[in-house]
């Protein structure tokens, strides 16, 4: 899985993107967020603002129960806004 970070989230985390293998497949959007903390110091910081996380699979936002699989581009970013 190829794992994208935009705006505060990446500066957070530290970098662009990342491959992660995931632990089972396939595995939901939920089950992403509860086990990313446990990638680093960095990614623990994610925790405090899980709730403002948005989640996109392969460029179509995704709800918690989404699956992910082997392959797929995920994006984690803020909320988008628009003027």
Partial sequence: MRLLYFAWVRTQIGI???SLTLPKVPFTVAELLD???SQSPAHALLEQQRSRLRV???QEFA???TLIHPG???AVFPPVTGG
């Fill in 63 to 65: 709800e918690p129960e």
């Fill in 72 to 74: 797929d581009e995920v």
């Fill in 35 to 37: 086990w990313l903390p």
């Fill in 16 to 18: 662009d993107e990342e």
């Fill in 56 to 58: 996109a699979v392969n």
